[in-house]
């Protein structure tokens, strides 16, 4: 008898809550931040300006890096005022070489236990070679072996090559 009382009370107020729910969810389409009730069709378009944000800096501080230094002041000046002998000269343009690694691909390590080291397969443009670390074989200089991954140097760049 007293489960059918609590099943009375519980069953009605359940629907109740899903009924809110449910409400909440398909019924409900306010934007609640206006008040105002749209559907999904209408757009609201709005303008903003956005104000320019000017500053000036204040430099007037003294640099905390030349507290010993006795305090010289700088005056710029400007490129027509600025004797010949004093010109910036433009910095020498320096060219970066840029390396082309042969085709590498790191194919797997073999551990020889009795001499605790390990070689590396490494398939150099298509020809697949045993190389231990430290070795050079075709310009090619293997810096670190590890399991998953190799280290190689060519020209003085390094790559690390990882296992497929």
Not at 32 to 45: D, M, R
Request: net charge positive; glycine share 4%.
């Amino acid at each position: 008898m007293k489960n059918k009382k609590i099943t009375y009370i519980l069953l009605p107020l359940a629907l109740l809550i899903w009924g809110i729910i449910v409400y909440k969810i398909f019924f409900y389409t306010a934007d609640e931040e206006n008040g105002v009730f749209l559907s999904q069709t209408e757009k609201i378009k709005t303008t903003t300006q956005i104000a320019q944000d000017t500053f000036d800096l204040q430099l007037n501080y003294q640099d905390p890096f030349l507290k010993n230094v006795a305090n010289t002041t700088v005056q710029r000046q400007t490129g027509s005022e600025m004797p010949k002998s004093q010109e910036p000269k433009p910095a020498p343009k320096t060219v970066e070489k840029t390396v082309v690694f042969p085709a590498l691909r790191y194919e797997g390590i073999v551990k020889h236990i009795s001499r605790g080291k390990a070689l590396a397969i490494i398939n150099i443009n298509g020809k697949s070679k045993f190389v231990q670390t430290g070795e050079t074989v075709d310009n090619i200089k293997l810096e670190q072996v590890y399991n998953d991954s190799i280290i190689v140097s060519y020209e003085k760049q390094y790559k690390t090559i990882r296992k497929k």
